[in-house]
């Protein structure tokens, strides 16, 4: 209902494999976040993207990287997966450089488990 | 000291009663601050903004206390669909294209 899609819903990965998520923004968004949310915490800041580059990262180490392609649809890419690693990952759109809370958009995330 | 607190509760509250959560946040500079809502694996959906002068939206009613640095959300007459767990939001103090997240507080109304 938000017009932003994310994939996988779930999956699960062995510690140490690679994995990689998607998120297609909603229509005229140019820009993506995209968050770790842990059991029972709220959301953590990963990174965002704004037309096609970085635009701010939060305190995750360089195993965490992205993409954001042409089309602002993005990508969230994890190596060597850790068990700590296993949480809920949400993408959010929203028009522009800034963010206020008020105009993001989540997709229903994509559950991962790292085994 | 955590950038943004909540009381992780669960809060049990019959049908029907008033409820009220705050939140606390370290940061001064804070410029925006929000109350999202998130159902079990789900994700968290904007409830309201909070602005300076208070403001509600029929059960809803969000307050700002920038000098002791807390927000609030009073729910009355609540429902059982209010059950969910309530996220305290603040954009980022060192830029503005961070959200800064409490981890909730969850909620549960008793029929």
């Not at chain 1, 909603?26 to 800041?45: D, E, I, K, R």
């Not at chain 2, 804070?30 to 909070?50: A, N």
């Amino acid at each position: 209902e938000t017009g932003v899609t994310q994939s996988p819903t779930h999956l699960i990965k062995t510690r140490g494999q690679q994995v990689t998520l998607r998120c297609s923004s909603q229509s005229g968004h140019n820009t993506v976040s995209w968050y770790q949310q842990a059991l029972g915490q709220g959301p953590q800041f990963i990174f965002q993207y704004y037309r096609e580059e970085e635009n701010g990262r939060g305190n995750f180490p360089p195993r965490f990287s992205g993409l954001q392609f042409p089309n602002y649809s993005s990508e969230l890419n994890v190596n060597a997966l850790e068990l700590d690693d296993s949480a809920l990952y949400l993408c959010a759109s929203s028009f522009g450089r800034g963010l206020a809370g008020n105009t993001i958009y989540f997709g229903e995330g994509s559950w991962l488990t790292v085994v | 000291r955590k950038e943004v607190e909540q009381d992780p509760g669960p809060f049990n509250v019959p049908e029907g009663a008033t409820v009220a959560f705050n939140c606390t946040y370290s940061n001064s500079a804070s410029q925006s601050f929000f109350w999202y809502r998130q159902d079990c694996r789900k994700e968290p959906k904007l409830l309201m903004s909070v602005y300076s002068s208070g403001n509600e939206d029929g059960r809803f009613t969000a307050q700002l206390n920038r000098a002791s640095q807390y927000i609030s959300l009073l729910i009355r007459d609540s429902k059982l669909s209010d059950s969910a767990t309530y996220l305290c939001v603040v954009n980022g103090w060192d830029s503005n294209y961070q959200l800064i997240w409490g981890a909730g507080t969850k909620l549960i109304i008793k029929p």
